[in-house]
């Protein structure tokens, strides 16, 4: 497989994840900043922390994972997602995020 289409498929294959990092990016809330910033701090100290984006999956969103590749500005408020090397856990399940989401938008009508 080519490796443009090796990364559409990585991102197709994790569109929710990643539109959950954007909303929760664009809609922030102090949970979830807190939540980022404590996993952000976790990956700041590993090996793989790429800041210059020579291992991003999309050029030019460093920081980003040299793991995964993910942008780390979106993958750290995904809380349906976790480190691809276990240095954290996901915080909600696909059904526990969707749940979340509609109390939230309960609250802020």
């Not at 197709?12 to 929760?24: F, P, S, T």
């Not at 994972?65 to 996901?90: E, Q």
């Not at 696909?94 to 939230?104: F, G, P, R």
Request: with cysteine; hydrophobic share 30%; aromatic share 4%.
């Amino acid at each position: 497989m080519k490796k443009k289409e090796t990364i559409r498929k990585r991102i197709w294959d994790n569109r929710k994840q990643i539109l959950e990092g954007i909303k929760n990016k664009i809609f922030q809330t102090d949970s979830v900043e807190e939540i980022s910033q404590i996993r952000l701090n976790i990956c700041k100290g590993c090996i793989k922390y790429d800041d210059i984006g020579t291992t991003c999956l999309i050029p030019g969103t460093q920081p980003c994972c040299g793991d995964c590749g993910c942008v780390l500005a979106l993958k750290t408020r995904s809380l349906s997602t976790g480190c691809p090397l276990f240095l954290w856990d996901k915080i909600l399940s696909d059904k526990e995020e969707i749940e979340h989401d509609i109390l939230n938008s309960e609250n802020h009508d």
